[in-house]
């Protein structure tokens, strides 16, 4: 599966779908996938700017920084973050996640001299989103098949009447030496009017 993707971000990708698929459902799934890939494309276009595409800086900054609230509001953010970083570990870039102590909000800390990989990044991931997330539906659906079959006795029909004919045996053999609770006569009230 990764090597679809050239890098462990699509098997992360992946795996992460399927996991959330398996706890929430199919249809929050595709949700996430869908907001996931609708925060990657922002992304994208926020480092552009950052790169040089975009409005010119009199004063060249180092580093810059990626405001992550977008993928916060999205459930298992920590996964995500994996995603990412496996990305642009992929694509060789140096990055550091802070957390602003008054806001609590985290931002995504680059260079300004990998800001074009970072942007690719990105624009990767939100094009990989959509073809992650059928992969884990189909992977989900192969596996509740699987447990489906599973489930089903096997064993061939004349077996398992042999193995119920002997217990059925078994069980009247010990019914046999043990008794019956014995009941005496109930007394019933009648009465009238």
């Known amino acids: 599966m990764a090597s679809d993707y050239g890098d462990d971000a699509g098997e992360k990708m992946i795996e992460d779908f399927a996991r959330f698929g398996e706890r929430m459902g199919e249809r929050a799934m595709y949700d996430r996938a869908r907001r996931m890939r609708s925060a990657f494309e922002n992304a994208t276009a926020a480092t552009r700017g950052a790169a040089g595409e975009g409005d010119a800086r009199e004063k060249p900054a180092e580093w810059a920084k990626l405001d992550m609230a977008e993928f916060q509001e999205i459930e298992d953010y920590a996964g995500i973050k994996e995603i990412i970083e496996a990305k642009l570990r992929a694509h060789a870039v140096d990055s550091a996640w802070f957390v602003e102590p008054a806001t609590g909000r985290e931002h995504l800390l680059f260079r300004v001299a990998d ?79």
């Open 115 to 193: 800001a074009r990989e970072v942007w690719l990044s990105f624009d990767e991931l939100s094009r990989e989103t959509d073809a992650a997330c059928e992969r884990a539906a189909a992977e989900l659906a192969k596996r509740e098949a699987r447990e489906a079959a599973g489930a089903r006795d096997e064993r061939p029909l004349e077996a398992r009447a042999r193995q119920a004919r002997a217990a059925a045996s078994a069980l009247e053999a010990e019914g046999a030496t043990t008794r019956a609770p014995s009941r005496g006569p109930r007394m019933q009230e009648v009465r009238a009017r």
